[in-house]
Structures are given as structure tokens and as C-alpha cells.
């Protein structure tokens, strides 16, 4: 190959989430980010898409490493279906290896990983590729940057970021390293999309704590904020703010916990002693003297603050003179299910303020706006610029700015999914395509069934579970192998004649069903869901939680 690098992204070209690129080079491959992509739909079971690794799998000897910028989940979501094929080392910084240990613990995957930490300023050499991490500000702590020293010449990949002058934790975003880089000369720059539409500078993060300060001084009831549970920065915002006022903090979720637990750990998150009380105390302390976090910001079902909502939660309850707080975006097709929440939260007479485009605002971004954009071009000078993490319409957006700056030396590449850029010394093209695609998951995130078993456990400790595995063929709607029957909790063993009933009644569901009825997961999980309820509860008498699991083939 000499002096060439194809660069090829599996993933969030064109679509977000979902991120992976690898580097290819002299019989080497390194991976940047491995992540997962959130279906975008209301939250029918347990789905998740991870991408289609063919070409990681094709070229498995080549594969030296997967390397990661952050802990987003559309960065790291796809590991567990990723490592057992292509056990490479894995590279991140602290935070995020810890989100990852946790994330291959529940699948039983930890064990056999080989996870590295990494910091910013430290180099790592795999194979032709040198790569330096550069710190970066983000919605999450301990977020990277890259640059990578490749046979065809320097490359910056930048990860998520935004650029925050006044970061929480006082970890900065290291513009020196950028423009030293810039000075030494950048080949190519693979930049973040996600905002490129919108003009300005993202507000640091500190621009909601004088929001919170509002709120938490003229709350007359309970304070409940919702934000995502991996947004450290703004939960020491909201425990600082409570602590000023006066209130003690309640962690709802599970995450929630487990995330404040990894980033006190890791000194990222400085909660003062005895602030903190367990969800089971709120009741007994005066409603202006608790601040409640909870998930689900989303309004996903099974979250905290979802079935506190609806009187559900056994801890919280909403009610008149009580102001909750949605600390964060709306991730687009998760509107009608945050909707719904917000009217059952005005309902109880509620104070409901969300991310309105009001200022000061509840919620900042964690990605560079336009101008922020603009900088990362003027400092790193790229000879080529390729958007990157975005829809189509963002990439675009994203060139149109390179354009305008008249900094980019040579060109802007505007590359989907797949597409294979072949950068050297002097050129940058696209010179193929590579196998890609998407990979249905339903249910086969444990983390996601765990959730549904808790909530369930006593059904589950009463009736066992169920799991039929099926696989099907998204193009031709064929069952690609015959289903598979987990039974768990039942006096079911392997060789019982139900078994092999429950399987031809799957096969049978199916097949009575249409082709488009088959390309829709959540009509055919709830065929058989209903079909397989009749059946068991006829035949034994009980009524199981039954999950079926589908993978698209
Ligand atoms: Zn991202
Ligand atoms: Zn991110």
C-alpha cells in the first residue's frame, strides 16, 4: 500500500450513532470507537442496532486495537457484540474504561477483555499508526481527542466535543495541542457534526447552574431533576445547587447510582459527606428539603422518574407545589414518550420546566456549535476536512462551514457509511465501498433486560421466564435458523415436548404473518409474545414473562 491510509467509518456517516471508523494501513487496522445506535422509535421492548463488523472480521489478523474517544454510549454500545469476535485491546481514558468493565461484567465478557488506560498527552504505537490523545470538553468527563500518525501523514480525529472555556472539573480542552499539531501539519481532519447547524458558540456548561439557582431558590416543593446519568458535570452542578439550598440529594435509578459511584471513585464527582440520603428516606424529610435525581429524562417506561409520574414509583411521589426539571435534550423520536410523561407531571399539578429555549437554559449542549466548528478547522489547518458523526444533511452543513473558513488547504470530502477515503501524502478519494450495515439487537442488551426483570421480578420468581431467540432475515422475512427456547425459572428442561411446541408454535406465528409484519420487530415480538402466553398458560397453568429476543440476519 506505501504511503496510504483508507480510512473506512461502519457507522455515523449519514446516521447518529452508532460510531465506528477504522484506519487502515501496511496490513494494520486500528478501530475509533465502537458504539451502538438507539433506534429511532418510542421505546417498544428492548431494541438496540449495533453496526455490522464484516469488514473488522474479514480482515481479523490485520485488527490491532479499538481505541476510544468517550463513554457515550453510541461510542462504546457495541462492545459486547463486537469483542467476542475480535478480542483486540481496547484503549480509554479512566472514566470510560470504567463504563465499559461495567458494560462487559453484565455480559459475562469481562473476564477475557484486555482493557488499557490511557490520559491525555500519553502516545501509543500500534503497528504503523503512532496516536496521541488530546483532551477535549464534552457532556462527559474524561472525553478524548486523537491524533494519529499514519504512513500518509498526520490525522485528527476529534471525537465529541465542544469547546468550554470554563469546564466543571477545570480539565480543559487543550487548544495548544491542536494548533502545535496544526503547526506540524494535519493530513486530514475527521471533525464532530453534530451541532453544525447551529450558529455561535455552545454555552459552557456552567450557563445552566444560574438557571439552577433560580429554581432551587423559588422551589416551594420537592426539586426532582432528570438528566443523563452519565452527565457528571451537571450532576455536581445540581448536588452543589442543593447542598447551597439547603437540601439533602436522592439518586433514583440504577445507573444513576452506579455512574455517581464509578465518578466519585475516580475523584470526577465530589459529593460532600452525609448530602446523599437512599430513595427509601425521601419521605421522611419536608418536601423543600430534598432534591430528587432521577432517570429517565427520556420518559422511558421502566425509569424513575416515568413511573413516578404516574404514581408508580414506591419512593416519589409528584405533587402539587413540586418542580421537576428535564435536564437535558430531547433525542428525537423519544418526544412523544417525554410528552406524555410531561402531561401526567402537569396533571399533579407540577412545575415542569424543560430544555424550551429559554435562558438561562436547564440544559447545555455537549457538542461545538458553528464557531466552535470553525476554530478546530483555523487550528488544525487540515490539508483535507471530512465530516464526521451526523446525518447527511449535518455533514453538509458541516462542509458549507469548512468552506467559509478558507483554511482547509486542499478539500472537503463529504463520505457516507462505508465509504472508503484513500488519503496519501498529496490526495484524499473515495475509492470503494466496504460491507456495512446494521444489526438489530432486541433484547440482547442484558443491562436493558435486567431492567424489565427487576421490575418483573416477583412474575419472574413466581413464573419463571421465557426467551425465544429468533432469527430472522430482514429482506425476505425467512427464519434463518429454527428459534431458540430458553426456558429460566420453570420445571422446563431441554428435551420436554414443550420445547420443541413452543418452537413450531414460533415457526407457525411467523409464518402466518406478512413480510412487512416480519420487518417490524415490535409486531412480531408481540405475535408470538401473545401466542406463546396462550400456549404455556394452557399448558402449565402459569403465566411467564416472555421476551423474544429477535436478530436481523
Ligand atoms: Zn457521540
Ligand atoms: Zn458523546
Not at 52 to 60: A, C, E, G, I, Y
Not at 501 to 523: F, H, K, N, P
Request: aromatic share 4%; charged share 25%.
Amino acid at each position: 500500500m506505501g504511503k496510504t491510509v483508507d480510512v473506512v467509518a461502519l457507522g455515523g456517516l449519514g446516521e447518529f450513532g452508532m460510531h465506528i471508523m477504522a484506519f487502515c494501513s501496511e496490513d494494520a487496522i486500528i478501530v475509533v470507537d465502537c458504539g451502538l445506535l438507539f433506534p429511532e422509535q418510542e421505546l417498544l421492548g428492548v431494541d438496540i442496532v449495533v453496526p455490522d463488523v464484516t469488514f473488522l472480521l474479514d480482515n481479523r489478523e490485520k485488527v490491532k486495537a479499538i481505541v476510544l474517544t468517550h463513554g457515550h454510549e453510541d461510542h462504546i454500545g457495541a462492545l459486547p457484540f463486537v469483542l467476542p469476535y475480535l478480542n483486540v485491546p481496547v484503549y480509554g481514558s479512566p472514566f470510560t474504561l470504567e463504563l465499559v468493565k461495567r458494560k462487559l461484567d453484565e455480559h459475562g465478557l469481562l473476564e477475557d477483555a484486555i482493557l488499557n488506560e490511557i490520559h491525555p498527552g500519553d502516545t501509543i504505537q500500534l503497528g504503523p499508526f503512532g496516536v496521541d490523545f488530546i483532551a477535549v470538553t464534552h457532556s462527559i468527563v474524561d472525553s478524548l481527542a486523537l491524533a494519529i500518525r499514519t504512513p500518509a501523514g498526520l490525522i485528527i480525529h476529534t471525537g465529541d466535543f465542544k469547546i468550554d472555556p470554563s469546564p466543571i472539573d477545570e480539565k480543559h480542552f487543550d487548544l495548544h495541542a491542536f494548533a502545535s499539531y496544526g503547526e506540524e501539519g494535519v493530513l486530514a481532519l475527521f471533525s464532530d457534526s453534530t451541532n453544525a447547524e447551529r450558529a455561535g458558540y455552545t454555552p459552557t456548561e456552567r450557563a445552566v447552574e444560574d438557571r439552577f439557582e433560580t429554581i432551587f431558590r423559588s422551589a416551594k416543593g420537592r426539586v426532582v431533576v432528570s438528566c443523563f446519568s452519565s452527565a457528571i458535570h451537571r450532576m455536581q452542578i445540581i448536588v452543589d445547587t442543593a447542598k447551597r439550598h439547603g437540601r439533602l440529594v436522592a439518586l433514583l435509578g440504577r445507573r444513576m447510582l452506579s455512574n455517581v459511584d464509578i465518578a466519585q471513585r475516580l475523584g470526577a464527582l465530589n459529593v460532600p459527606a452525609g448530602l446523599v440520603i437512599r430513595p427509601k428516606e425521601i419521605k421522611n424529610h419536608a418536601r423543600n428539603k430534598v432534591c430528587v435525581v432521577a432517570s429517565g429524562c427520556q420518559g422511558e417506561p421502566m425509569s424513575a422518574l416515568a413511573r413516578a409520574s404516574v404514581d408508580q414509583h414506591k419512593d416519589v411521589t409528584i405533587e402539587g407545589g413540586d418542580t421537576v426539571v428535564l435536564s437535558s435534550r430531547m433525542i428525537p423520536g423519544n418526544e412523544r414518550a417525554i410528552s406524555r410523561m410531561m402531561d401526567h407531571l402537569y396533571r399533579r399539578h407540577a412545575e415542569v420546566l424543560y430544555a424550551d429555549g429559554s435562558t438561562p437554559p436547564v440544559h447545555v449542549s455537549g457538542h461545538a456549535s458553528a464557531e466552535e466548528l470553525k476554530i478546530m478547522m483555523m487550528l488544525t489547518k487540515p490539508r483535507f476536512f471530512i465530516p464526521i458523526h451526523g446525518s447527511y444533511r449535518h455533514l453538509h452543513s458541516h462542509a458549507k462551514l469548512a468552506e467559509q473558513t478558507g483554511v482547509i488547504r486542499d478539500k472537503v470530502i463529504v463520505a457516507e457509511t462505508g465509504d472508503i477515503i484513500r488519503l496519501d501524502p498529496e490526495q484524499a478519494e473515495i475509492v470503494g465501498k466496504a460491507p456495512v450495515g446494521r444489526v438489530l439487537i432486541d433484547g440482547g442488551s442484558l443491562e436493558e433486560v435486567a431492567d424489565v426483570v427487576i421490575r418483573d421480578r416477583r412474575h419472574i420468581s413466581e413464573d419463571g421466564i421465557v426467551l425465544p431467540v429468533i432469527a430472522i432475515n430482514k429482506q425476505t422475512g425467512a427464519i434463518e435458523i429454527p428459534p431458540e427456547m430458553v426456558f429460566r425459572g420453570m420445571t422446563v428442561t431441554e428435551d420436554d415436548e414443550l420445547v420443541e411446541q413452543c418452537r413450531q408454535l414460533v415457526i407457525d406465528t411467523i409464518e402466518e404473518s406478512t413480510v412487512e409484519e416480519r420487518g417490524d420487530w415490535a409486531v412480531i415480538k408481540e405475535k408470538v409474545r401473545r401466542a406463546l402466553k396462550r400456549y404455556i398458560s394452557k399448558q402449565l397453568s402459569t403465566r411467564p414473562l416472555i421476551l423474544p429476543v429477535i436478530m436481523e440476519i
